[in-house]
């Protein structure tokens, strides 16, 4: 389009046409400037009497002023079509939200709230206004509109605005913005450009160093998909197994919040692991798990199968349960003082605290906001004790915490159990402030402590600010699990149900790795655990760490293979570099290979399973209900995620997950269905050009 | 192509789009204005409200989005001037803020956005309607702000703000080789964008 080369393209830049900022704006924005030094001049205990929002010492803020205004363009070109689906979303997010009986998370603002009064002309009380924010996602705005469809949907649009519009003068928030915001171009700045891991860590944990901003959004380690691999050129695939759960309580959130997750926030393996399966159950601890294979056409792709491995670890008898030493590190900070938060942590403990016996101690420390030794060991049959010293802790303290994470530790090492489990349990919203501001460091300490023997489990709460690759990355350095808690339910699901996995490890640096045979699959492609794949030479190296698995967890993964001859994506090599494979062995798909070591062991052991031609089912729906859902779930997360791997309508995934359901006894399966049914509404198959 | 870049990266020099000899070093009036002085506050602020404006303008492109900005920025700088320690140049440290409240809002704004899309079908494919005259110049800023951040950042700074690696690699709190690298990677990115 033009003969310059990228220098003169970039230097261009320069020559920005920028429209002078109008007059008004700017007398806002002093004004707003001179509001927020005057109110940062008034003394300290001004600021704590707004300490309860979360702005404890000028840290950890965030942005939610600035928000939308042009989007209100959409009030004069919303279609019909657009408009009928506002009016069914709407009333179902509403239903949505009221059914989890759930406060919406709290949204942080940028300014201490003197300011905001200052700047709001006709604003209500202060009270209100947080109050506003706090339900803004649930309720059509207020304001009246001339027809039923656009006032839905203009309503739609005011939560979008929120604070902004408080701010404007009631003439402008009525009328449409003369501009709609760059909606494409930011769209295209999703989640997995604007963040890398390596970068995000450090915004989150450095926040009060570099500036007095904190990135206000939920951050994610963005990762490519596992590419398509060739038999005949990488026959081996070696991962190690991640009984990580969050992604999808965390993509169940946004979905029923009626937003569409970021792709990077969908991680098929975790929301395959999320549900329990009904493999083979081992019958001692030697063994901890037995794998179960099936091979079953793929719902995607008529040309390819899925292998499925499920593993379910051992659940020992409860008289052989080891004691455990749990210490608490329960995040104070403001932000965390909302009752889908520290409330529902509190809530949520007793549920806890009856799965524990009097063998076991629980301690709690807390950090940010308030800092210390909250609750010094204490054995869980001390119920009241624990309970009292919890419902003590409050949100919102003037002092940051030091040292959490070290008293913490400090603490389990102090009645470290030689024989049971160790552990340290993080409850945060997303401040990892804990008292190690470098993230190598703060890495590497978890690491360490590891190797004594104390392992780290991270629970998130909340939305908004949830610094979800730094939870991933200190859960996997600290050999423990990331949970992601939303609601009740959840809470129940990870602190009752599945509490014995986090209790009690039964296998640990599990790897798992499949050798495929040339002779009868062409292409193989690992769903999922991209961030978990490990090199082939991994596999027999102990010092190389991997995934625990808890007692009961259940393991799945999918892998898509094409088998010979049906044509793949792949050419074939031409001159082949083919071994013929063992005699005995030419008929198998490929052979499953598994390493762990048993608790507090440093030697691995290896479980061998071919993968026969005797788990081949013809049709998907002769396979087991159990592997119909695992591929629901993973043409979910595919869909989600834009994957480029095929892709199914809404509908046959819900009707394949349907199908796919069986006994179901806690309903998780139901409620996925439902959540497919929400996700088509929120974007549509028609609309969805592909 | 790579070396008729390459050339630009030793280019070094700071502008100061904030100095003026006339006027009261930047300096004193931070200090007064870390001393509880509303005035020294007042004119820091209007002296910078045009850069701190047209960077957003140029990370945003969106006119209302940069006011938004610009204003949220005046007013995080009411309590975080207290913790400007001096250690980089100000105007550094101001970009630095300015840079931290887009990408805020666009955080904030790219978990929203799905939703609205969800609603409307209309596909607002707009730019500003003052770019429009540009249509290339409008791509090229498209495909610049749609690379991931980092790199984002580091390109406008080299080239829309025209500031030397150094100055951007303090800005960005990063080694000078680092910002190269973005703005290489950033290269790599658009070559197939443009």
Redesign the interface.
């Known amino acids: 389009?033009?003969q310059d080369?990228?220098?003169d393209?970039?230097?261009?830049?320069?020559?920005?046409?920028?429209?002078a900022?109008?007059t008004v704006?700017?007398e806002?924005?002093?004004a707003?400037?001179?509001?927020?030094?005057?109110?940062?001049?008034n003394t300290k205990s001004e600021k704590n009497a707004t300490a309860s929002q979360g702005n404890s010492g000028?840290r950890r803020?965030?942005?939610?002023?600035?928000?939308?205004?042009?989007?209100s363009?959409?009030d004069i070109?919303?279609?019909v079509?657009?408009a009928a689906?506002?009016l069914i979303?709407v009333p179902l997010g509403y239903q949505l939200y009221s059914s989890t009986a759930l406060t919406p998370p709290q949204q942080q603002l940028?300014?201490?709230s003197g300011?905001r009064e200052d700047?709001a002309p006709p604003s209500p009380a202060k009270s209100q206004l947080e109050e506003k924010d706090a339900i803004a996602s649930a309720e059509p705005a207020p304001q009246p509109a001339t027809a039923p469809a656009e006032s839905v949907?203009s309503g739609?649009?005011q939560l979008?605005r929120k604070k902004?519009d408080e701010?404007l003068a009631d003439s402008e928030m009525v009328a449409p913005?003369?501009?709609?915001?760059?909606?494409?171009?930011?769209?295209?700045?999703?989640?997995s450009?604007?963040?890398?891991a390596t970068?995000s860590a450090p915004a989150a944990l450095l926040g009060s160093v570099?500036?007095?901003?904190v990135?206000?959004?939920?951050n994610f380690a963005s990762f490519e998909e596992s590419p398509v691999k060739l038999v005949s050129a990488d026959p081996v695939s070696t991962f190690s197994i991640d009984v990580d759960t969050a992604s999808y309580s965390y993509v169940r959130r946004m979905l029923d919040d009626?937003?569409?997750p970021?792709p990077d926030a969908v991680r098929i393996e975790e929301m395959l692991n999320y549900f329990p399966y009904d493999y083979a159950v081992p019958k001692s601890a030697e063994v901890p798990f037995t794998p179960s294979v099936g091979v079953y056409p793929t719902p995607w792709n008529a040309k390819t199968q899925i292998v499925q491995i499920g593993i379910k670890g051992y659940v020992p008898p409860a008289e052989s349960k080891s004691a455990a030493n749990l210490v608490f590190l329960i995040d104070t900070s403001g932000s965390m003082d909302a009752p889908d938060k520290l409330g529902l942590l509190k809530r949520s403990f007793g549920m806890l605290l009856d799965q524990l016996s009097g063998d076991d101690t629980v301690a709690i420390v807390t950090y940010a906001g308030s800092a210390g030794v909250a609750l010094a060991p204490t054995p869980a049959s001390e119920k009241s004790t624990i309970l009292a010293s919890l419902d003590r802790l409050s949100a919102g303290g003037g002092t940051a915490g030091a040292d959490g994470i070290e008293l913490a530790y400090q603490l389990a090492e102090e009645h470290k159990l030689s024989t049971g489990t160790n552990r340290v349990i993080l409850a945060t919203d997303g401040d990892f402030n804990i008292g190690i501001s470098d993230p190598d460091e703060l890495q590497d300490f978890i690491k360490t402590k590891r190797q004594s023997g104390i392992s780290l489990s991270v629970l998130g709460f909340g939305r908004g600010n949830l610094d979800d690759a730094t939870m991933q990355a200190l859960a996997q350095n600290g050999n423990g699990n990331a949970s992601y808690i939303s609601n009740f339910k959840e809470a129940r699901k990870v602190l009752v149900s599945e509490v014995g996995g986090t209790l009690q490890t039964i296998a640990q640096d599990v790897k798992i790795q499949v050798e495929f045979n040339p002779a009868v699959v062409s292409e193989y492609r690992l769903i999922g655990y991209e961030t978990r794949a490990l090199d082939r030479e991994d596999f027999n190296n102990d010092a190389v760490d991997a995934g625990d698995i808890g007692a009961g967890h259940t393991v799945t993964a999918l892998y898509e293979i094409t088998p010979a001859g049906s044509g793949g994506l792949i050419d074939p090599l031409r001159y082949g570099n083919q071994t013929t494979p063992k005699a005995d062995a030419s008929d198998e798909i490929g052979f499953l290979k598994m390493r762990y070591k048993l608790p507090g062991e440093k030697i691995s052991q290896l479980i061998e399973q071919k993968i026969a031609p005797n788990v081949v089912y013809e049709t998907i729906d002769e396979a087991p209900t159990d592997m119909q859902f695992a591929a629901s779930v993973a043409a979910f997360g595919q869909k989600l995620k834009d994957s480029s791997y095929g892709e199914m309508d809404w509908d046959a995934i819900k009707s394949l997950a349907q199908s796919g359901r069986g006994a179901d006894p806690d309903g998780y399966r139901a409620e996925f269905v439902n959540l497919i049914g929400t996700a088509s509404?929120?974007?549509?198959d028609v609309?969805h050009a592909k | 192509m790579l070396m008729a870049w390459g050339t630009n990266l030793d280019e070094v020099g700071v502008t100061e789009p904030e100095a003026s000899s006339s006027e009261t070093p930047i300096d004193h009036l931070v200090r007064r204005a870390q001393g509880g002085d509303a005035d020294a506050f007042g004119q820091i602020l209007t002296r910078h409200y045009d850069l701190i404006y047209r960077t957003a303008y140029k990370w945003c492109g969106d006119q209302s989005d940069a006011e938004d900005v610009a204003q949220e920025v005046c007013a995080k700088l009411g309590s975080a001037i207290a913790s400007y320690d001096g250690r980089a140049q100000f105007s550094s440290w101001l970009y630095r803020i300015v840079l931290n409240s887009v990408r805020d809002m666009q955080r904030a704004r790219s978990r929203r956005n799905r939703h609205v899309d969800a609603l409307a079908h209309v596909s607002p494919q707009q730019t500003a309607p003052d770019q429009e005259a540009f249509v290339t110049a409008g791509q090229l800023w498209d495909a610049v702000r749609g690379l991931p951040d980092n790199q984002r950042d580091a390109v406008l700074l080299v080239y829309a703000e025209e500031l030397s690696h150094a100055a951007v690699a303090k800005i960005l709190e990063c080694r000078e080789a680092t910002v190269s690298w973005y703005v290489h990677e950033a290269r790599k990115k658009l070559k197939g964008l443009l």
């Open positions: 389009m033009s080369n990228d220098k393209r970039l230097d261009a830049l320069n020559k920005a046409a920028i429209p900022p109008s704006a700017r806002r924005a002093l707003a400037g001179a509001a927020a030094f005057a109110a940062a001049q000028g803020l965030r942005s939610i002023i600035t928000s939308l205004k042009g989007i363009i959409m070109r919303i279609p079509g657009a689906i506002a979303v940028t300014v201490d300011v700047l949907a739609v649009v979008e902004a701010m913005a003369p501009q709609v915001a760059m909606q494409s171009t930011n769209e295209s700045m999703g989640f450009d604007a963040v890398v970068r570099a500036s007095p901003t990135s206000s959004g939920d009626g937003i569409v970021p509404v929120l974007r549509p609309g």
